[in-house]
Structure formats: C-alpha cells, structure tokens
C-alpha cells in the first residue's frame, strides 16, 4: 500500500497562476482532508470531504476549491494564486467507519512558493 | 468546541534526557486522544493513541496516558535521542465529528 500520496512535491508559481494538488489514497478511507501548514500556526483545514460526494468548509477555505473525484481522490485548485498562499499543503485521509479511535493518515506534503 | 493546548517549544535537550511535552485538552463526552510526529520534511505519522480513560498508549518508547480527570495526555519518553528530533502534535477525536482537533505542535531538539 502507498497510504496516502500527493503530487507534485514541489511548486513555485507567479501570483494570479491556477493550479491543481492532487491527493489520493489506496486505503478505501472515506473521509480526506486539506491542511495549510505555516510557521508558529501548527495545521488549519482548508477544506475536508467526510464522505464520496460531500465536501465542507474548514477553517481557512477562502482562495481554494476542492473536488472529491471518487473515494480515492480529493483535489485541491488555487484559482489566482497569491503570495498569502506560500505554504505547505498536506493530504490526510481517514476510515469513519471502523470505530472509534480512528488516526489520519497524511501524505508526505507539497510545499509551494507563490512569487 | 473542542480544544487542544501544548506546551511551547522549542524544547531542547541534550540525548539521553527525560522528555515530557504537556498536553491538555477541552472537549464533549469521551475523545480519543493522539499524539503525531513530524520528522523533517515529512508528514505527521501517528506516533500512539488512546480511546478511553486511564488508557495507556506507547510506541518508540513514548508513552501518554488519557488522563480524565485532569484532561491531559502528556507525552513521556526517559531517554531521548538525537533522531527523536522531529514536531510532536497532540490531538483529539470526538465521536460525532468529521473534524479531528490538532494542538499548535511542540519542537523538541535533541542535542549529541
């Protein structure tokens, strides 16, 4: 098992460029998550997706959007990059139905520069 | 809502030293408690975790125990090494939400 991948591991973009950080996960979880994290300010939620087919607001979702492709998939678009975007992006999925107790899973980040 | 807090960091210490990074936490009914680890340049991994009261989680020679009464899960480790250098994030899972709580993260340096 991969657990949970992203791509690309690396990106500098020009301030106004779109792009798309793909996430997917071999593990059948049901729930995926989007993460920012910045120095000082530990991980805030962008966006998280509890099922296939739903999607919900975290706590920092303004300037992104996110696509729950099928089970395995939960992308995440910057439509007009700017610099406040500088960051790193971190995938996270988990199994809602086994129990209680259930940890997340990340994947190994993609650390974007926004110029 | 759900609330976790760690200790400041960073914290530094030289290998082979006593490590307690102090967790406590607010929430509804009973979480799960967990404590991740950040190596450099990785994503968090989950390092131990407990589900109920006086649990004890343990992993690598770290141990927390779900504390209710004071609502803590302080991590422990006796003796630690330069490799256990890495961010240590303390969090909580309620059972009705989607949404795990994560504390800010604590540095721990670990000196030769």
């Known amino acids: 098992n991969a657990g949970v991948t992203q791509t690309p591991k690396f990106q500098v973009l020009k301030t106004g460029q779109s792009m798309t950080l793909q996430c997917a996960q071999d593990?059948?979880?049901?729930?995926m998550y989007w993460y920012r994290q910045d120095p000082g300010m530990g991980l805030r939620l962008i966006y998280y997706?509890?099922?296939?087919?739903?999607?919900d607001k975290g706590e920092v979702p303004n300037g992104y959007n996110v696509s729950r492709l099928n089970k395995r998939e939960f992308s995440l678009r910057l439509e007009s990059a700017a610099p406040s975007q500088t960051s790193v992006y971190f995938c996270?999925?988990?199994?809602?139905?086994?129990?209680?107790?259930?940890?997340?899973?990340f994947g190994p980040g993609t650390r974007l520069t926004v110029l | 809502g759900d609330s976790v807090t760690q200790m400041e960091g960073p914290v530094t210490l030289s290998e082979e030293a006593f490590l307690t990074i102090n967790c406590t936490y607010t929430?509804?009914?009973?979480?799960?408690l967990f404590w991740y680890v950040q190596y450099p340049g990785e994503g968090l991994q989950l390092l131990l975790k407990?589900?109920?009261?006086?649990d004890k989680g343990s992993n690598k020679g770290f141990e927390a125990t779900y504390r209710k009464e004071t609502t803590s899960f302080h991590l422990e480790k006796g003796s630690v090494q330069v490799s256990d250098s890495a961010v240590y994030f303390c969090?909580?899972?309620?059972?009705?939400?989607?949404?795990?709580?994560f504390g800010r993260g604590t540095s721990l340096i670990v000196h030769p």
């Open positions: 996270a999925s988990r199994d809602r139905t086994s129990g209680r107790g259930n940890e997340q899973f």
């Open positions: 593990m059948n979880h049901n729930s």
């Open positions: 997706s509890a099922s296939e087919g739903t999607t």
């Open positions: 929430a509804t009914g009973y979480p799960s």
């Open positions: 407990a589900t109920k009261a006086d």
């Open positions: 969090a909580l899972s309620s059972g009705g939400s989607y949404i795990p709580t």
